[in-house]
C-alpha cells in the first residue's frame, strides 16, 4: 500500500480546524451556562412555609399565705391603792391658812407679764440704746502776747513732772508755759498755763478744747 504524504498546508489548515472546533465547544458550554443562571433567576421561588412556635404560658405558683401576727393580750394596769384615812389626817394641816383670813392674802397673778412672749406669738424687738454722740471739740483760740487770762490745765510738787506736760503740750501745738508759785506752808508748786487770752471767753473756750481732746480739766485765771 501506498501511504500518502500530507503537505504542510494540509497540516496546518488541520490544526486550524482542530482549534476552531475547541473554541466553538468552549463557546457553547459558557452559553449554556449563563442561559441556566439566568433561567434559573427569572423562574418561580418555592414557597416557604413558616411556622410559629407557640410557647405555652408556664404555670405560676401561688403566693404562701401570709402568717397574721399574733397580738399580744393587753396587761391590766394595777389600780392604784386609796389610802386608809384617820381622823387626825381628815383635819386641816397647819400650813394651810385659817379660816376667814382670806381677805389678807395677796391674790396670785392670773396673767403672764407683758414682757413674756406668748406661745405663737413673736417675742417683741426691744430697741439698742442709743450710742454716746461724743461732743466736738470747739476750735482752740489765739493767743495774744498782752491777754490778761490763762488756763491752768495741772500743778505739780516736781518740775520735771511739769516741764514733761509743757513739753507734750508744745508739741501739738499749744502755747504753754510753766509757773512757780508759794504756798507758804504747802511749799513751791509748779503750774502749768496755757495761753495767755485777750478775754474771759477765749480763755474759757480754750479750757473746754483742753478737756474735750487732751482730757485736761483746766482751770480759767486772771493774770
Known amino acids: 500500500m501506498v501511504q500518502q504524504v500530507k503537505s504542510r498546508t494540509q497540516r496546518r489548515m488541520e490544526k486550524k480546524q482542530a482549534i476552531l472546533l475547541v473554541v466553538l465547544l468552549l ?16 423562574g418561580p421561588t418555592p414557597a416557604v412555609v413558616s411556622k410559629e412556635t407557640v410557647t405555652k404560658p408556664l404555670p405560676v405558683a401561688p403566693n404562701p ?22 381622823f387626825y389626817d381628815a383635819l386641816p394641816k397647819g400650813e394651810q391658812p385659817p379660816l376667814g ?11 403672764s407679764p407683758k414682757s413674756e412672749a406668748q406661745p405663737g406669738e413673736a417675742a417683741p424687738m426691744v430697741a439698742a440704746p442709743p450710742a ?5 471739740a470747739p476750735p482752740l483760740p489765739k493767743t495774744v502776747s498782752q491777754g490778761a487770762y490763762v488756763v491752768q490745765v495741772a500743778s ?6 511739769a516741764i514733761s506736760l509743757r513739753d507734750r503740750l508744745v508739741k501739738k501745738g499749744y502755747a504753754v508755759f510753766t509757773q512757780e508759785a508759794d504756798l507758804g506752808d504747802k511749799g513751791v508748786w509748779y503750774r502749768v498755763m496755757v495761753g495767755p487770752y485777750a478775754g474771759s471767753a477765749a480763755a474759757g ?16 485765771k486772771k493774770q
Open 27 to 42: 463557546g457553547i458550554s459558557l452559553v449554556s451556562f449563563f442561559l441556566g443562571i439566568m433561567i434559573g433567576r427569572n
Open 65 to 86: 399565705p401570709v402568717p397574721a401576727k399574733a397580738e399580744m393580750p393587753a396587761v391590766p394596769e394595777p389600780a392604784p391603792k386609796k389610802e386608809a384615812l384617820t
Open 101 to 111: 383670813s382670806g381677805i389678807n392674802l395677796p391674790s396670785e397673778a392670773k396673767t
Open 132 to 136: 454716746p454722740v461724743k461732743a466736738a
Open 156 to 161: 505739780f510738787k516736781q518740775l520735771p513732772d
Open 205 to 220: 473756750q480754750a479750757a473746754e478744747h483742753l478737756e474735750i481732746k487732751e482730757k485736761l480739766a483746766g482751770i480759767v
